[in-house]
């Protein structure tokens, strides 16, 4: 398998908003992520 590392550099303004819509993302992509594991989980059994 290749892997590929790309680096990405942001300038934002509006920072506080900014952060709370990274964090609403992450905190979305977080519970997507619990959900798929918990699928593969009852899958397996």
Do not use: D, F, Y
């Not at 398998?1 to 979305?28: C, D, H, P, W």
């Amino acid at each position: 398998m290749v892997e590929k590392r790309v680096s990405v550099r942001l300038v934002a303004e509006g920072g506080r908003q900014v952060r709370a819509e990274l964090e609403g993302i992450g905190e979305a992509g977080t519970r997507e992520l619990v959900k798929a594991r918990a699928a593969k989980s009852l899958n397996s059994q």
